[in-house]
């Protein structure tokens, strides 16, 4: 009789049975929201932060100066050929894991050190007038946290305003947009986390050997899909670093190429082989209805000035 009662309990609460037994394989395998492990700050130990123990990297870095270049820029879009300029500018800083933003507290607890990309593009004349900027946060830590762990961009231009944000949760990465054109307005999303073609700037100044090669995923610029209307979403590509000497100054200078092949679309970056890592020029194309549009970008100047 007992056997009964039970056989006609567990059928009229199967379903009920089998939800509490997907929640507690859930817990014992720490995959709920509440477990997923988030970026925070970790007090490394030396030995696991390659970057703290170089001391040409401290004395070049760590000055409380930030390095400004100026590029000249070129740029062709449908067949129009424009010039601008671009500022790019790094400075090491404190950032606030849990807060994500940049922070001058004396308390580190809940902090890491990062090397902060501000780029600055304008075009100041011509059909095309605009002006674009970039904020990428990578830590110098690429061991305990091995992707940037915010991007920001934004776009202002004679028709109105763009921005997203891009932030490291671990094993995704959380995306915000919002934008003044309807097809460009994509609502937050989630995307699986993979190399972000916006944090390679930066892994170039601080460890280009560590730069990820040969064929990888990764989630093209966020002015590249903001300009083609694409959803945020990691692409299969080829990554190529190569070492090269200049024809002329003899120097020797390496070069990074990313192709994705399905897009028509090709990055290449030219900087120096030797510490600092200097980045000289680089490049860009890819295919739209029909054209091929492109950005150059050559150092005219760099130095290092004190930002307030």
């Known amino acids: 009789m007992n056997l009964q009662i039970l056989d006609k309990w567990i059928r009229g609460n199967f379903l009920f049975l089998c939800i509490i037994l997907a929640c507690l394989f859930a817990v014992v395998k720490k ?26 990297f401290q004395q070049y870095w760590n000055t409380g100066l930030s390095e400004l270049n100026t590029y000249e820029l070129t740029q062709t879009m449908d067949t129009s050929q424009q010039k601008g300029q671009i500022q790019l500018v ?10 994500r933003m940049q922070t001058t507290s004396s308390d580190k607890s809940a902090s890491t050190t990062v090397l902060k990309q501000n780029l600055i593009q304008k075009i100041a004349s011509g059909v095309y007038e605009y002006s674009l900027t970039n904020s990428t946060f990578t830590p110098t830590n690429y061991v305990v946290f091995p992707h940037a762990l915010k991007v920001e961009y934004t776009k202002q231009n004679t028709r109105g305003h ?31 986390t993979a190399w972000l073609e916006d944090e390679i700037w930066n892994r170039v100044r601080l460890s280009p050997q560590t730069l990820p090669d040969g064929e990888i995923e990764m989630i093209p610029s ?12 990691a692409i299969s590509c080829k990554a190529t670093l190569e070492e090269k000497t200049d024809s002329l100054s003899k120097q020797v200078l390496k070069n990074y190429t990313i192709e994705y092949p399905e897009k028509h679309r090709k990055v290449s970056i030219q900087f120096e082989a030797q510490f600092p890592y200097k980045i000289l ?28």
């Open 162 to 192: 763009e921005y997203s944000q891009v932030d490291w949760q671990g094993q995704t990465f959380l995306y915000k947009g919002k934008s003044d054109f309807q097809p460009k307005a994509q609502q937050d999303t989630s995307v699986k």
């Open 222 to 233: 966020l002015e590249y899909l903001h300009t083609t209307n694409q959803k945020v979403e």
């Open 281 to 308: 020029n680089w490049e860009s194309s890819f295919e739209q209805n029909g054209k091929v549009n492109t950005m150059k970008a050559r150092l005219v100047q760099s130095k290092q000035v004190a930002l307030k």
């Open 90 to 99: 790094f400075t090491m800083v404190d950032f606030d894991t849990k807060k």
């Open 31 to 56: 995959a709920t929201i509440f477990q997923i492990e988030k970026p925070t700050n970790t007090t490394a130990p030396l030995e696991d932060n390659p970057l703290a123990k170089d001391q040409a």
